[in-house]
């Protein structure tokens, strides 16, 4: 029955349908009271109401549908408030309120609800606090409150969730920093605060998140530093940073993430130095230092990354040593032939590199190579007609090359070159 967006009310005989496991009232834009005697069906497992947007008020009979085990609420922008009858639906696991945009506290008794396992508030606008009794919730394994505009603080108790294993605050502009909220969250595996533009820094407690595989920290504008605690986590695959545009520096330690196989950089402008001790990211695969526009050098040890398929330099303008003291990025240092598994490397906007070099020629699994920008570059090397499988090359903008060698023209798989 979705997408019917005249229907202003829905019949009372719907709820003859004794055995209705399913009700899909999604988009009934017009609707706005769902009748009392619906909440006959005691067999209905799941409740779709996304996007009904005129909709009032919901039944305190509601509770009555003991079977429910989801309720999609999400853009029901007209929507006064909860029942507090809710807590009554013993079965319910999945409460979705995205875009409630005028709640501003959950009803406590939510919180009673003892097999709910996942909550979803993003876009939750008024949204500022949670309750402290949702420690209740052992069962509890996802939290979404992304873009909850107006959340200042995480509840102390929110450690106790020891099932929970992912917890989405992107966009909680207001939120600040934290105490102890995470501490013990031992089972959590995806941590995103990407765009929590006020987050300065971490405390201690991420030293306990021993199952976190996944941190995204990206577009976080005011992080100045990352914790030491941070090396722990020898499970963490992906570290995104980017967009963190006032962290300075990195603690050594970083290389003790011997699991990292992505660590995103690109934006931090204010980023000067790179952690020498690199030799331990054995399982790093791709490394994105694009517009890092303060990056002076980058350590000798990167050429050991020998799992290293994408790197990405783009718009690194200030980078003068690249794996070795090189006084200005002019060469490609003879360390870079280590890198067979090198898939994708990007040079864009290293405007004093001059030559290519025949260090390319180790490179054997190189695919795409983008050199635009490269203001000075003045030749390239022949060995670059011997890679089997390049299919992109972009020179675009490479003001200063006068000639390209004859046997790129006879390149068996180049499909792009610009």
């Keep these: 029955m979705s997408g019917c967006s005249n229907l202003t009310s829905l019949p009372n005989e719907l709820a003859n349908l004794f055995s209705l ?123 979404n409150l992304r873009n909850c505009l107006s959340l200042i603080s995480l509840p102390n108790k929110l450690a106790n969730l020891s099932s929970l294993t992912t917890l989405n605050l992107s966009g909680c502009s207001s939120l600040s920093s934290f105490q102890n909220e995470l501490k013990n969250l031992s ?55 980017s967009g963190c545009s006032s962290l300075i520096s990195f603690p050594n330690a970083l290389a003790n993430l011997s699991s990292l196989t992505i660590l995103d950089l690109s934006g931090c402008s204010s980023l000067i130095s790179f952690p020498n001790a690199l030799t331990n990211l054995s ?22 990354l020998s799992s290293l398929t994408t790197r990405d330099l783009n718009g690194c303008s200030s980078l003068t040593n690249f794996l070795n003291d090189y006084s200005s990025l002019r060469n490609l240092p003879n360390e870079l032939a280590n890198l067979s598994c ?38 390239l090397s022949n060995e670059l007609a011997n890679h089997p499988f390049l299919t992109t090359l972009d020179l675009s903008g490479c003001s200063s090359l006068t000639s390209l060698p004859n046997e790129l023209a006879n390149h068996p798989s180049l499909t792009t070159f610009d």
């Design 21 to 143: 496991e399913e009700l899909f009232l999604n988009v009934f834009s017009s609707l706005i009271n769902l009748p009392k005697k619906f909440t006959n069906l005691f067999y209905l497992r799941k409740l779709d109401l996304r996007y009904c947007s005129s909709l009032i008020s919901l039944p305190n009979e509601l509770a009555n549908l003991s079977s429910l085990k989801s309720l999609y609420l999400n853009g029901c922008l007209n929507l006064i408030n909860l029942p507090n009858e809710l807590a009554n639906l013993s079965s319910l696991k999945t409460l979705d309120l995205s875009g409630y945009s005028s709640l501003k506290n959950l009803p406590n008794k939510l919180v009673n609800l003892s097999f709910f396992t996942r909550l979803y508030l993003s876009g939750c606008l008024s949204l500022r606090s949670l309750s402290n009794e949702l420690k209740n919730h052992s069962f509890f394994k996802k939290m």
């Design 187 to 241: 089972s959590l595996e995806e941590l995103d605060l990407n765009d929590c533009s006020s987050l300065t820094s971490f405390s201690n407690e991420l030293a306990n998140l021993s199952s976190l595989r996944r941190l995204h920290l990206s577009g976080c504008s005011s992080l100045r530093s990352l914790s030491n605690e941070l090396t722990n986590h020898s499970s963490l695959t992906i570290l995104d940073l």
């Design 283 to 304: 399982s790093l695969r791709r490394l994105y230092l694009s517009s890092c526009s303060s990056l002076i050098s980058l350590p000798n040890e990167l050429a050991n």
């Design 342 to 379: 090198l898939i994708r490397l990007y040079l864009s906007g290293c405007s004093s590199l001059t030559i290519l070099s025949n260090e390319l020629a180790n490179l054997s699994s190189l695919r795409s190579l983008d050199l635009s920008g490269c203001l000075s570059l003045r030749s």
